[in-house]
């Protein structure tokens, strides 16, 4: 099964709401990072959080990292029509554990109306 | 600085044949990672190199392989197509391992 599982598979939302997606993961992490696909283009990274940093900021967005609940939430504060995208979470397991590379979750398809 | 580039952008190939893609890493990444990236499986983990060593591998028949070159530039090869190869293929280079990762466009591959 996939490590990181994105919550809703699916949201939509009018311009200038917020939006939130989560990620839920299963094994023990070096760094969890979120990253935007727009209509089947190559990946854009977001925003990178460590598994000791709880929060952290760029611009619109915010992201937040619980590893005791291993999950992390992005929230997409005053939603633009440009930001219809897929979005996914991807993490960096603990290589010494599970010795693999990044995993990446299904993804939340967001659709933001103008 | 380049982005991460991807050749070719588009393939169509038939059952049976082999197919090779290129990347080329941002100047200076040493590490390049290779996704294949379907409706029906998302985004899967193919292998990653770095410094010519296959340091990663997921969970992909021996019909998938790659190879990363001194100037860190990294091919991947699909030999006999099958038509559940049509995909989208990611390439990915970072700094180092823990980093962010930069993608490339991608190729489409589209098996008949």
């Known amino acids: 099964s996939q490590q990181g599982e994105e919550d809703p598979q699916a949201l939509s939302i009018q311009e200038g709401e917020n939006a939130t997606m989560n990620c839920s993961y299963k094994t023990s992490i070096n760094n969890l990072q979120w990253y935007r696909q727009n209509s089947g283009r190559g990946l854009v990274h977001l925003i990178l959080?460590?598994?000791?940093?709880r929060e952290k900021h760029s611009g619109r967005l915010r992201v937040t990292l619980d590893t005791s609940k291993k999950s992390s939430s992005l929230l997409i504060t005053a939603s633009r029509a440009a930001d219809t995208a897929s979005y996914f979470c991807a993490t960096d397991p603990d290589r010494d554990n599970y010795g693999q590379n990044f995993v990446f979750g299904p993804g939340t398809r967001l659709s933001v109306l103008p | 600085k380049a982005g991460v580039t991807q050749t070719p952008r588009y393939l169509i190939k038939t059952r049976g044949q082999q197919v090779t893609l290129s990347c080329s890493p941002i100047?200076?990444?040493?590490?390049v990672s290779w996704y294949q990236q379907t409706p029906g499986q998302g985004l899967q983990f193919l292998f990653e190199?770095?410094?010519?060593?296959?340091?990663n591998k997921g969970n992909f028949p021996g019909r998938f392989s790659g190879r990363q070159f001194s100037n860190s530039r990294s091919e991947m090869n699909v030999s006999t197509l099958e038509l559940g190869d049509s995909a989208l293929y990611l390439c990915?280079?970072?700094?180092?391992?823990?980093?962010?990762?930069?993608f490339g466009p991608g190729t489409r591959l589209t098996v008949l």
């Open positions: 190199y770095f410094s010519e060593t296959q340091r």
């Open positions: 100047s200076g990444h040493r590490s």
């Open positions: 990915a280079s970072s700094l180092a391992q823990a980093n962010e990762q930069f």
């Open positions: 959080i460590r598994s000791n940093e």
